[in-house]
Structures are given as structure tokens and as C-alpha cells.
């Protein structure tokens, strides 16, 4: 599966954005598909999951705890093979290049970057004060 993530751009705090996340190639409902964000000098981190029907989704990073519950919401749409990252309220700290990722071994949810076989390019989110 290829994976393209669109969407990102510059808002202010505050503001709402919808990242988009295409999918060719195989059944796309096969794959689990995760968003994860790097911030310049930062670990990549994990921001939501989804299962591969879209009844699951996961918020809380294993590693950190961190939970982006509330403000960000995960979904899916099958028949258009597109993942979807709902952000509200955004901050200056969200500001980071955001990725999809997408998992086809297990219907498992994993907040693991490396339980991630394929990766789209990335796409910029810049949240200004």
C-alpha cells in the first residue's frame, strides 16, 4: 500500500485542520492506519490509531502517556481508502510534520512507530501564537 498524507498548513492557535491520509494499492481495510508528528529536533510520536473497520481508535501514546483525546480525532472511510486526523484547538506546540502509517500483519492497535510497515511523505502543520 502507498500512502500520501495531505492537508497540513499554516493556522493559528486555535484554529481547526483536517489532515487527509490516501491510500493505493492493496484492500485498504486490511490496514490498521496510525498518525504519528515529529517536531524539528524531536522524537516522532505517536498521535491516533484506527482499526481497520474504523470501530477502534486510540489516543494515548505507550511510551509518554500522552493522550491526544479530545482535541484530535481519528476516522476512516473505506470506500474512499482515506484516513482522516481531526485537529481542534490547536496550539503552537502541535506545530510539527505529521505522517500516516499503515499496518497489515495484525488487526492489533500499536502505538509503535516501528509496528508500522508503510508511511506516507508527511505533511506540515505550523500553528503560529
Known amino acids: 500500500v502507498q500512502l500520501q498524507a495531505y492537508g497540513g498548513g499554516l493556522v493559528q492557535a486555535g484554529d481547526s485542520l483536517r489532515l487527509s491520509c490516501a491510500a493505493t494499492?492493496?484492500?485498504?481495510?486490511?490496514?490498521?492506519v496510525g498518525w504519528f508528528r515529529q517536531a524539528p529536533e524531536k522524537e516522532r510520536e505517536f498521535v491516533a490509531a484506527?482499526?481497520?473497520?474504523?470501530?477502534?481508535?486510540?489516543?494515548?501514546?505507550?511510551l509518554t502517556g500522552r493522550s491526544m483525546t479530545g482535541r484530535f480525532t481519528i476516522s476512516r472511510d473505506n470506500a474512499k481508502h482515506t484516513v482522516y486526523l481531526q485537529m481542534t484547538s490547536l496550539k503552537p506546540e502541535d506545530t510539527a510534520v505529521y505522517y500516516c502509517?499503515?499496518?497489515?500483519?495484525?488487526?492489533?492497535?500499536?502505538?509503535?512507530?516501528?509496528?508500522?510497515?508503510?508511511w506516507g511523505q508527511g505533511t506540515l502543520v505550523t500553528v503560529s501564537s
Open positions: 484506527i482499526s481497520r473497520s474504523g470501530d477502534s481508535t486510540w489516543y494515548v501514546d505507550s
Open positions: 502509517a499503515a499496518e497489515g500483519d495484525t488487526a492489533s492497535l500499536t502505538t509503535y512507530a516501528s509496528g508500522y510497515d508503510y
Open positions: 494499492g492493496r484492500a485498504f481495510s486490511s490496514y490498521t
